[in-house]
């Protein structure tokens, strides 16, 4: 008996190996800088590590004034967003291994809102413009019977913006907000597009009056920028042409 | 000594700290793909013509002024420097116009903004092929006499 057990004893667990990478990321105290800096990390990591693990790594372990947004680390609060090697992306969802190690792995804050310190920006400007889309249900008091009924083809036709999580990493890859930043930009614009396209919606003549603006949809010069940045896939510049020409046509 | 030690009991009075924000904000170049670059390159070549179309409108209008300094002007523009200028104005019109319809598919076609990327290389095969066939034909007028 006591030799099967010595048998069944697990073989002296693996070595899980460990590669380093050098981060360069941008820097900047209010209290102190004039300017943001870059500053080089290196940092232990496993295969199976994202870049937030790297931030992680950092700030736990060799410089505690890092700092950066992060709540759930899954890819569902939109709080990392952040320019990773000239890219917006989610730090919780770049893997290391997908990034070129034998270069340094440049991190940076988004691009177009008022850096704060280090990786965080100001979100208000872009909140500001969200709100401005009104992106709640509006519609009168039920027609008949007690439910809002809906066909899957109509529930299907703004499934694609549904799935915004308002991380700002389109608006803020916009060549256009860059340099304008009363542009609604793109992340408005989507969530705009899920109520307007929504069957239950009666709203969707303010919203599309709203993105007629000089600001609005117009302002849109197809550079897909946003589209590739999503990090939750949405066809984003598919869905600003959309509005467009539900405004040419007055209707959804 | 009590007198100190009580002193330092005070909080002295603290400069609140200087908060700013950078001048620079921007850091890296965004690393955009074939949309941002053709919408880059659309910018430019679009601004080049304008500028190009001022003095063309300029220069003709010369002919209402007096037909010898119209001539007059027309002929300073007979240089191989203007030759090879006349290369670059055609090659920035015609990506200006394919890439102009690529825009107008992606805004108007149902299927555009799927097929952008396609669309964008299909641009660049044309605009090479039409310079392709032009290129050595000006090249001849400006240096074969």
């Known amino acids: ?252 | 000594m009590p007198e100190k030690s009580a002193s330092n009991l005070v909080a002295e009075p603290q400069s609140p700290p200087k908060i700013r924000s950078p001048k620079r904000p921007a850091g890296t170049l965004y690393r955009g793909k074939e949309g941002m670059w053709s919408w880059v390159l659309h910018r430019i070549t679009g601004v080049a013509i304008y500028f190009f179309l001022l003095v063309h409108i300029l220069d003709t209008a010369l002919v209402r002024v007096s037909p010898e300094a119209y001539n007059a002007v027309i002929n300073t523009y007979k240089t191989p420097i203007m030759g090879l200028g006349e290369i670059a104005l055609v090659a920035a019109i015609v990506f200006h116009a394919l890439n102009g319809l690529r825009i107008i598919l992606i805004d108007f076609w149902a299927f555009g903004a799927k097929h952008q990327r396609t669309m964008f290389w299909v641009v660049i095969g044309l605009w090479v092929v039409l310079l392709a066939a032009f290129i050595p034909r000006q090249l001849m007028h400006v240096f074969g006499g």
């Open chain 1, 1 to 252: 008996m006591s030799t099967a057990v010595a048998d069944n004893k697990p073989a002296a667990a693996e070595v899980v190996p460990t590669f380093t990478a050098t981060l360069m990321i941008r820097r900047f105290n209010p209290e102190v800088d004039e300017e943001p800096r870059w500053e080089d990390f290196d940092v232990e990591l496993y295969e199976t590590d994202r870049v937030l693990d790297a931030l992680h790594k950092i700030k736990w372990e060799q410089d505690g004034s890092l700092t950066f947004r992060r709540s759930c680390a899954h890819g569902i609060c939109g709080s990392d967003a952040m320019r990773i090697n000239g890219r917006n992306r989610l730090a919780c969802k770049t893997l290391i291994k997908d990034l070129d190690i034998s270069k340094p792995i440049y991190v940076e804050a988004i691009k177009g809102l008022p850096l704060e310190k280090d990786l965080i920006v100001d979100m208000e400007p872009f909140f500001d413009s969200f709100k401005e889309v009104n992106p709640f249900l509006m519609a009168g008091p039920v027609k008949g019977g007690k439910e809002r009924k809906q066909s899957p083809v109509e529930r299907a036709r703004f499934d694609d913006t549904t799935k915004c999580i308002l991380c700002a990493a389109c608006t803020s890859s916009c060549p256009v907000f860059w340099t304008d930043g009363q542009y609604f930009g793109p992340a408005a614009i989507v969530n705009a597009h899920r109520f307007i396209f929504d069957s239950r919606d009666e709203g969707a003549g303010v919203r599309l009056d709203i993105l007629n603006d000089k600001e609005g949809v117009w302002r849109c010069r197809t550079t897909f920028n946003c589209t590739d940045a999503c990090p939750r896939g949405i066809q984003v510049t598919q869905a600003i042409a959309e509005v467009k020409q539900a405004i040419i046509k007055g209707k959804p």
